[in-house]
């Protein structure tokens, strides 16, 4: 079982960039999906970013693409979303999701936060405007 743990968070302005880091211990990080979800005040949870297992493909948001990059490092067991032109609506608490790979889902990167069953505790993001 993967234990997850974000930092990166924290009060920035409109336009700054930020970068959320995940640490993964407990498991084998590289057999693992991994996720970036995130839930602003008074909203359902929803999907930002993913990358596969070996870091070769990434799925967005529509949204967000062109702003935000996920990468991980299977070598140092993390992975980080980074964040450009932040804007007031990114304001929310981020939390990164783990989910282990196998034979039905080895090349398809979930969204659905329902798939993850491994999560950290989240950190939280507020942009100022």
């Not at 930092?7 to 409109?14: F, K, M, P, R, T």
């Not at 964040?83 to 007031?88: E, P, V």
């Not at 608490?93 to 090349?107: D, E, H, M, P």
Request: net charge positive; hydrophobic share 35%.
């Amino acid at each position: 079982q993967v234990q997850l743990v974000e930092s990166g968070g924290g009060l920035v302005q409109a336009g700054d960039s930020l970068r959320l880091s995940c640490a993964a211990s407990g498991s084998t990080f590289s057999s693992y999906h991994m996720g970036w979800f995130r839930q602003a005040s008074g909203k359902e949870r929803e999907f930002v970013a993913a990358v596969n297992w070996s870091g070769g493909s990434t799925k967005y948001a529509d949204s967000l693409k062109g702003r935000f990059t996920v990468s991980r490092d299977n070598a140092k067991n993390t992975v980080s979303l980074q964040m450009n032109s932040l804007k007031a609506e990114d304001t929310a608490v981020y939390y990164c999701a783990a989910k282990k790979v196998g034979v039905s889902n080895l090349y398809r990167i979930p969204s659905d936060a329902t798939e993850y069953p491994y999560w950290g505790q989240g950190t939280q993001v507020t942009v100022s405007s």
